[in-house]
């Protein structure tokens, strides 16, 4: 593990560059975009609510740009990249930072109407992790028609995405998916002059004040979203961070991804390692049905 500094002096030069944040109307969103627009970069953002949308833009001063979106309509999210590509002529970072808290228990014993166990409610599933698949999905299409061909695509994981979560198991499995991606992007992206990391930062001061209470009353500091969004600024200003994660807890920074793979033969044992890496060299692409 390797603990990183996160201050302005480490954010790189993205002035005039294009980004698009999803969720950018509050918390880690919102900071982002603040910070973006202090290094002068161009920000086309999307929410879902459009009231708190449109205060954030009329706030801001610089380039910023606003549109109402439901992340899961992929329609509504292709506009989003495609006015950011009209209005400024290209789209050089991406954001995938939308994202709820779980908001029903999958466990439950709920029955439907017919008295039977009613399925399960997977609003978490779909916005924290097929979302960030579309958004990915349209970030590399946009970012291969940069001239050149390039962009950063910063993905906002979670301290869930390491630890365990028995009161979430879909917050948990979502954003344990989104380590899934970017390990399967980290190897190609850059090929493509593309650079693909995460922040997964802890508990913000976006938690309802009870969260915050109880987690502060047992030693842990509640960080702030500005804090959150320079970590997140910085990994996107610079492509060395191809690949790494930023854990973010207490106001530090922790590059986790590096130890997690220099350490793989002792966990995973030698004799898989060599076996994962033959299989990894495998085209699978032939193998797909287009």
């Known amino acids: 593990m390797t603990d990183v500094t996160v201050n302005e002096a480490q954010i790189g030069n993205i002035r005039g560059k294009v980004a698009v944040v999803t969720g950018g109307a509050s918390g880690i969103g919102k900071a982002i975009i603040e910070r973006l627009l202090k290094c002068e970069a161009k ?137 899934g991606l970017l390990r399967a992007m980290r190897v190609d992206a850059p090929k493509m002059d593309v650079s693909v990391s995460a922040i997964a930062p802890g508990a913000t001061a976006m938690v309802s004040s009870g969260i915050k209470e109880a987690m502060e009353a047992n030693g842990i500091t509640v960080q702030t979203p500005e804090y959150v969004a320079l970590a997140a600024t910085m990994l996107a200003s610079d492509k060395k961070w191809n690949g790494k994660v930023l854990a973010l807890l207490d106001f530090g920074a922790t590059e986790v991804e590096d130890a997690i793979q220099q350490t793989m033969p002792q966990w995973y044992g030698k004799r898989n390692v ?16 287009k």
Request: net charge negative; aromatic share 8%.
């Open 43 to 179: 920000v086309v953002f999307c929410d879902l609510d459009e009231s708190a949308g449109r205060s954030v833009e009329q706030s801001l001063s610089g380039h910023i740009k606003f549109m109402q979106c439901n992340v899961l309509v992929w329609k509504e999210l292709r506009n989003v990249f495609a006015q950011a590509k009209r209005q400024f002529g290209s789209v050089d970072i991406v954001f995938a930072n939308a994202g709820i808290l779980e908001s029903t228990s999958l466990f439950d014993d709920k029955l439907d109407d017919s008295g039977e166990l009613a399925e399960p409610n997977l609003l978490t599933i779909d916005v924290n992790l097929k979302a960030v698949l579309s958004t990915a999905r349209l970030a590399m299409y946009y970012f291969k028609q940069n001239s050149p061909p390039g962009g950063s695509l910063v993905i906002s994981a979670s301290s869930s995405s390491y630890n365990e979560r028995p009161q979430a198991p879909l917050y948990s499995t979502a954003k344990h998916g989104l380590l």
């Open 274 to 289: 060599d076996a994962a890496a033959k299989a990894a060299s495998i085209n699978l692409d032939r193998f797909v049905t």
